[in-house]
């Protein structure tokens, strides 16, 4: 029979619970608002077609700037929100949702300027809310196996849900797509710096910051039609490119921007690291089922 856990254990892993809790509530709620924000555009503003006019660079973010015209002929030029890679290149015509009030008030019409941060924030969130339940679970007295083998099912099918959708779409762009030759015009370089515990000869241990480069190849190529498009390739800790080096590119013909560099690296390693993670987590499920079956 299993033993009863001490109150005070009970009692601090109910406090972390209603902690982790609180904070994936919060961050679910911002996602929530987020989402709002974009379907309050849907429902109650006003269409327009535009046109992207010119990617702003500031620093290292991206910002689409688009022209459009009221209904009374009055042209307006207005800057979205930068992203860390352009997502698009001048020339683009886009649908502008615009409150009639306040046409600065504007979202560009499409599923990732609409909905992508908002089920990113939404699902960092509910990640939070499940480790949340889990010490919520502990606190009850529940099975740690059990609690540890639907979070780690959890994890695996939300792994295996992204994996498939990254790798639909790079599968129809590599058998759709037009390839041409680009590029690289610059190495960009991200720099983070990170805290962690490190043990000396001596036993002891000590933090310190560690600072981590990546490196991410920005691709320029022309369209069939003469577009100039500029791309972010994926970044890593290291690169095999160099400025000046000639790459093929793989892009979609009706979204240009739509591009990747032909490599591994570029087209399958994200389907490829989704796979790796359902394939962990899952099979760390698969075995502790069995051992549990065995040693019933």
């Known amino acids: 029979m299993r033993g009863r856990r001490p ?8 406090k972390v619970g209603w902690l982790i809790l609180g904070i994936g509530g919060l961050i679910v709620a911002g996602g929530a608002a987020l989402g709002w924000g974009s379907l309050r555009h849907v429902l109650y503003s006003e269409r327009a077609d535009g046109e992207v006019v010119e990617i702003r660079r500031e620093g290292s973010m991206y910002a689409p700037v688009v022209r459009f015209r009221l209904p009374g002929g ?7 929100l930068g992203t860390g890679a ?5 020339g683009d015509r886009v649908t502008v949702l615009y409150a009639p009030q306040d046409p ?42 059990l609690v540890g083998e639907r979070a780690f099912a959890a994890i695996a099918i939300a792994a295996a849900a992204i994996g498939a959708i990254v790798f639909s779409g790079a599968l129809d762009l590599y058998g759709s797509g037009t390839r041409t030759a680009g ?10 710096v990170s805290r ?3 043990r000396l000869p001596d036993g002891r241990e000590v933090s310190r910051d560690v600072e981590r480069t990546s490196y991410a190849p920005i691709v320029r190529f022309t369209t069939i039609d003469g577009r ?27 979204n240009p921007i739509r591009a990747r560099i032909v490599s591994f690296i570029d087209l399958w390693l994200p389907s490829a690291v989704c796979l790796g993670v359902t394939v962990l987590f ?8 069995r051992l549990r079956r065995r040693a019933a």
Do not use: Q
Not at 105 to 110: L, S
Not at 183 to 192: D, L, N, P, Q
Not at 282 to 289: A, I
């Open 183 to 192: 590029t690289i015009v610059e190495i960009r370089e991200g720099r983070t």
């Open 104 to 145: 600065t008030d504007f979202r560009i019409d499409t599923f990732e300027r609409l909905w992508l941060s908002a089920i990113i924030v939404t699902g960092f969130g509910s990640f939070w809310l499940m480790f949340g339940l889990v010490a919520w679970a502990l606190s009850r007295n529940a099975d740690l196996t």
């Open 196 to 198: 962690e515990d490190v």
């Open 282 to 289: 899952g099979g760390v499920v698969v075995l502790s089922r």
């Open 228 to 254: 100039p498009i500029e791309f972010h390739g994926r970044g890593g800790s290291g690169t095999d490119y160099a400025a000046g080096d000639r790459v093929t590119v793989i892009y979609d013909p009706a």
């Open 7 to 14: 109150a005070s254990f009970d009692s601090s892993w109910r």
């Open 74 to 80: 009055d042209a307006r030029e207005v800057a979205d």
């Open 86 to 90: 352009p997502d698009f290149a001048p």
